[in-house]
C-alpha cells in the first residue's frame, strides 16, 4: 500500500501507529466524513508500517471513524492491541481463526462480528456497542476477560451470540446486555464469574439463553434486573460458587422458563428474593452444596408443573414463596436437607413421594403437617406420612409421630374395597390402628362397667349349682370380655334372655378388641 493513496484520516493513524498514539477523528479537518478504509487498518495490523524506534509500542487507537468494505484479519497473527471507539462498520469484521493481543470495541456501530475459533492472549471487549447481526463466539479463546457490558444485539431470527464451546479465562462481564435472539454458550467454560446483572434477553418462544454444560468457576450472577423471553437452558452446567436470579423476571407462558436439569451448584442455588416467573422451573437431579432458596418468589404456571425438584439434593430448601403456588409443585424422590416452609404459601397440589429431609425448620402440630401431605392428588403413598413421622420422632414428639401415622392409615382405608374399609374403621374406632393404645382401655372399661352392672341386677342361673361358684359380675363380665383367659364363671352360668343376647355382644367386642389390639401392636412394633 502506497503513502499517497491514504486520505487524511487513514494518514493521521497510519502516522500515530508505531508509537500507539491515539487518533481521535471526530476533531479533524473532515468530522462529517471520517471515512477509514478497512483495508488500511488491516495492512497496518498485519505489519504494513514497521517503522518504529526502540521502545515504541505500536497500537491501534481509533476513535470517531466510519470502516468502509470488510475488515478481514481471519487466520493472521496480530501482534498489537486494537482498540475502536465510536466507530461504525459498513460490513461485520472477519475475526475468524485469528489471533491477537487484545481487541477492544467501545460504542461501535456494527453489522456483526465474526470471531470465531479466534484467539486473543488478553481481552475481548466489545461493549456498549449495537450490533444488528450476530456476534459469532463459537470456539473462540480468550486468556482474559470478556466484556459485553451495555452492548445491544439483534438477530432475531436465530442465534444472536453463539459462542459454542467458547473458553473464558477471566469473568465473562454481560452486565445489561440486551440480545435479541438466542444467546447459546452450548459447553463453554469460564474461569471467573459469569455477570449478567441487568441482561435482557429476548427470543420469545425460543431459547433466550442455551448454557447448557456450561462450566462456570465462580458465581453465575442474574441479579438484580434480569429480564428473559423464551426458555433458559442450564441443564447439566456446574457451577462452583453460586447462581443467583434475585429480583430476575423470566417468561416462557405455557412452556419451561428455566430449565436447569442435573445441576451442580458448589454453595447456593437463590431463585428467590422478587424473582418473579411465568411459566415452569425444572430443576430435576440438580445437586446444591448449600441451600436452594424460593424465598419471595412468585412462580406462576396455570397447567402442570410449575416447579420441579424430581431427585434434587440441598442442605438447606426453602419454599417460602410470595404467595402459594396455584399448580403442581413436584419433589418426588428429592433430598431437601433442612425444608423451610410457611403454611400460608402451601403449593395447591405438592408431590412428596420418596422426598426425604432431615428436619423441618417450622415443624407445627401434627394435624397441619397432615393437611400438607394431603395436598397430594392422585395416588395413595405411605413414604410420606413415614418421613413426617421420623422427622417428629428425631424432635422427641412420638405423640405427634401416631397421630401423622394414623392418618396413614386412614388415607390408605380410602383407597380399599369397602369390604376392607368397614374393618379398617372398626380399628380406628376401636385403638386407632394401634397408635390410641388407651382407647382399647376405655372401651374395656366402658364394656365392663355396662355388663357388671346388668349381671349384677340380673344374675345368671348357675348350670350346676352344687359346683358353681359364687357369682361375681365383675368377674363374669370379664370372663365374656376376654377370651384368652377365664375366671370359671363364664362356663358355669347361663343367662336367659336380654342377658344372653348381652352376652354374646360381649364375647363378640372382646373379640374385635383382642384383634385389632394384636394388628396395631404388631403394625407398631413392625414400623419401630
Request: some cysteine; hydrophobic content about 45%; overall charge positive.
Given at each position: 500500500m502506497r503513502l499517497d493513496e491514504l486520505n487524511a484520516q487513514e494518514r493521521r493513524l497510519w502516522d500515530a501507529f508505531p508509537t500507539g498514539r491515539p487518533v481521535d477523528l471526530r476533531d479533524g479537518p473532515s468530522p462529517s466524513d471520517p471515512v477509514v478504509r478497512s483495508e488500511v487498518v488491516a495492512a497496518l495490523l498485519l505489519g504494513a508500517n514497521p517503522d518504529h524506534d526502540p521502545g515504541d509500542r505500536p497500537a491501534l487507537r481509533l476513535t470517531g471513524a466510519r470502516l468502509t468494505g470488510r475488515l478481514d484479519i481471519g487466520f493472521t497473527e496480530v501482534a498489537v492491541p486494537v482498540r475502536?471507539?465510536?466507530?461504525?462498520?459498513?460490513?461485520?469484521?472477519?475475526?475468524?481463526?485469528?489471533?491477537?493481543?487484545?481487541?477492544?470495541?467501545?460504542?461501535?456501530?456494527?453489522?456483526?462480528?465474526?470471531?470465531?475459533?479466534?484467539?486473543?492472549?488478553?481481552?475481548?471487549?466489545?461493549?456498549?456497542?449495537?450490533?444488528?447481526?450476530?456476534?459469532?463466539?463459537?470456539?473462540?479463546?480468550?486468556?482474559g476477560a470478556l466484556d459485553l457490558r451495555g452492548t445491544v444485539v439483534r438477530h432475531p431470527a436465530g442465534e444472536a451470540i453463539p459462542a459454542v464451546h467458547a473458553h473464558v479465562g477471566g469473568d465473562a462481564l454481560c452486565a445489561d446486555l440486551a440480545v435479541e435472539g438466542t444467546f447459546r454458550l452450548s459447553g463453554a467454560s469460564i474461569e471467573g464469574e459469569f455477570d449478567l446483572e441487568g441482561a435482557t434477553l429476548r427470543a420469545p418462544g425460543g431459547h433466550a439463553l442455551d448454557a447448557y454444560?456450561?462450566?462456570?468457576?465462580?458465581?453465575?450472577?442474574?441479579?438484580?434486573?434480569?429480564?428473559?423471553?423464551?426458555?433458559?437452558?442450564?441443564?447439566?452446567?456446574?457451577?462452583?460458587?453460586?447462581?443467583?436470579?434475585?429480583?430476575?423476571?423470566?417468561?416462557?407462558?405455557?412452556?419451561?422458563?428455566l430449565e436447569a436439569v442435573d445441576v451442580t451448584v458448589g454453595r447456593n442455588f437463590d431463585l428467590g428474593l422478587g424473582l418473579t416467573v411465568d411459566g415452569a422451573v425444572k430443576l430435576d437431579g440438580t445437586r446444591v452444596g448449600t441451600e436452594l432458596s424460593f424465598r419471595d418468589a412468585e412462580l406462576a404456571h396455570k397447567d402442570g408443573t410449575a416447579l420441579s425438584l424430581r431427585a434434587t439434593q440441598a442442605r438447606e430448601t426453602d419454599l417460602r414463596t410470595r404467595r402459594p403456588i396455584d399448580a403442581v409443585v413436584d419433589a418426588r424422590n428429592a433430598r431437601l436437607g433442612t425444608l423451610y416452609d410457611a403454611r400460608e404459601t402451601w403449593p395447591t397440589d405438592l408431590r412428596l413421594a420418596d422426598a426425604t429431609y432431615e428436619a423441618l425448620?417450622?415443624?407445627?402440630?401434627?394435624?397441619?403437617?397432615?393437611?400438607?401431605?394431603?395436598?397430594?392428588t392422585g395416588d395413595y403413598f405411605p413414604q410420606p406420612y413415614e418421613q413426617l413421622a421420623a422427622a417428629y420422632r428425631r424432635l422427641g414428639h412420638e405423640d405427634e409421630a401416631r397421630t401423622v401415622l394414623l392418618a396413614k392409615q386412614r388415607h390408605r382405608r380410602a383407597t380399599?374395597?369397602?369390604?376392607?374399609?368397614?374393618?379398617?374403621?372398626?380399628?380406628?374406632?376401636?385403638?386407632?390402628?394401634?397408635?390410641?393404645?388407651?382407647?382399647?382401655g376405655l372401651w374395656l372399661l366402658a364394656l365392663l362397667a355396662c355388663g357388671a352392672l346388668?349381671?349384677?341386677?340380673?344374675?345368671?342361673?348357675?348350670?350346676?349349682?352344687?359346683?358353681?361358684?359364687?357369682?361375681?359380675?365383675?368377674?363374669?363380665?370379664?370372663?365374656?370380655?376376654?377370651?384368652?383367659?377365664?375366671?370359671g364363671q363364664e362356663p358355669a352360668y347361663a343367662p336367659r334372655g336380654p342377658g344372653q343376647w348381652l352376652s354374646y355382644a360381649l364375647i363378640t367386642a372382646g373379640w374385635i378388641l383382642a384383634t385389632t389390639v394384636t394388628a396395631g401392636l404388631s403394625r407398631t412394633l413392625n414400623r419401630q
Open positions: 475502536l471507539t465510536d466507530c461504525r462498520f459498513d460490513e461485520a469484521p472477519l475475526l475468524q481463526g485469528a489471533r491477537t493481543r487484545e481487541l477492544a470495541l467501545t460504542g461501535c456501530v456494527l453489522p456483526g462480528l465474526l470471531a470465531d475459533t479466534a484467539q486473543i492472549d488478553g481481552r475481548l471487549v466489545v461493549s456498549h456497542c449495537t450490533l444488528t447481526g450476530p456476534l459469532v463466539l463459537t470456539r473462540t479463546q480468550v486468556n454444560h456450561i462450566r462456570v468457576a465462580e458465581d453465575f450472577t442474574c441479579h438484580p434486573g434480569f429480564s428473559a423471553e423464551g426458555r433458559i437452558i442450564l441443564s447439566g452446567a456446574t457451577v462452583a460458587a453460586a447462581i443467583g436470579f434475585c429480583r430476575a423476571r423470566l417468561s416462557n407462558p405455557g412452556d419451561i422458563a425448620a417450622f415443624p407445627l402440630p401434627a394435624a397441619q403437617r397432615v393437611r400438607w401431605i394431603r395436598r397430594t380399599l374395597p369397602p369390604h376392607t374399609r368397614l374393618w379398617g374403621h372398626v380399628q380406628d374406632v376401636s385403638v386407632g390402628y394401634g397408635y390410641r393404645p388407651l382407647r382399647a346388668y349381671f349384677a341386677q340380673h344374675t345368671p342361673a348357675p348350670l350346676e349349682a352344687a359346683k358353681a361358684p359364687p357369682f361375681n359380675a365383675v368377674f363374669y363380665t370379664l370372663d365374656l370380655l376376654v377370651p384368652i383367659i377365664t375366671f
